[in-house]
């Protein structure tokens, strides 16, 4: 299937999140992954984007960065925000964790990425951003 990359920059509103999901999965569908694959990685996209906007931006302005990448059948998609960065990130990781209890938020973004995709990187620096790394390896039909 070879190799293939894109970037798309977006502004961090909530409009952007269904955006962010249809972009991945136009970018994906050329590897013809299962309704099953594309749901996973639409979803993974959504909670990281979600992120960016009420955690990175705290609901305010700023851009929001989305990679993909192409390698045979895997799939890497990188979501990056220059908000105010994670201080912990193995707590915010853990599943039920929150710092935005006071909006419903449950703490399960993370552990849905994790969930649903094979590989979970995040990196992240207070006051500086955050860059959520996921890799998913579709099944060859
Ligand atoms: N992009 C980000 N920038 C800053 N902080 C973040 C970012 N993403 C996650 N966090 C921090 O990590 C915590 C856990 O994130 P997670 O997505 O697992 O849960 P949540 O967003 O709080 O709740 P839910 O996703 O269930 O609505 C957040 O409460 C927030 O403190
Ligand atoms: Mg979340």
């Known amino acids: ?24 999965a136009a970018f994906a569908a050329r ?3 299962t309704l099953e694959e594309l749901a996973d990685i639409k979803t993974a996209v959504s909670e990281a984007v979600t992120n960016s906007i009420i955690h990175g931006y705290g609901g305010g ?5 989305m990679r993909g990448m192409i ?10 925000d220059f908000g105010v960065g994670i201080e912990d990130i193995p707590k ?13 938020r449950s703490g399960m973004g993370f ?6 995709m094979d590989e979970l990187k995040v990196e992240s620096e207070p006051g500086k951003g ?3 790394c996921m890799k998913k390896r579709l099944s060859e039909v």
């Open 1 to 24: 299937m070879g190799k293939n990359e894109m970037k798309v920059i977006f502004e961090s509103c909530s409009e952007n999140e269904s955006f962010a999901r249809m972009v991945i």
């Open 31 to 33: 590897l013809d992954p």
């Open 61 to 65: 302005e700023g851009s929001i960065e």
């Open 71 to 80: 390698d045979g059948m895997e799939v890497t998609v990188e979501i990056v």
């Open 92 to 104: 915010a990781m853990e599943p039920m964790f929150t710092t935005r209890p006071d909006i419903d």
């Open 111 to 116: 552990a849905f990425m994790e969930a649903f």
């Open 130 to 132: 955050t860059k959520v």
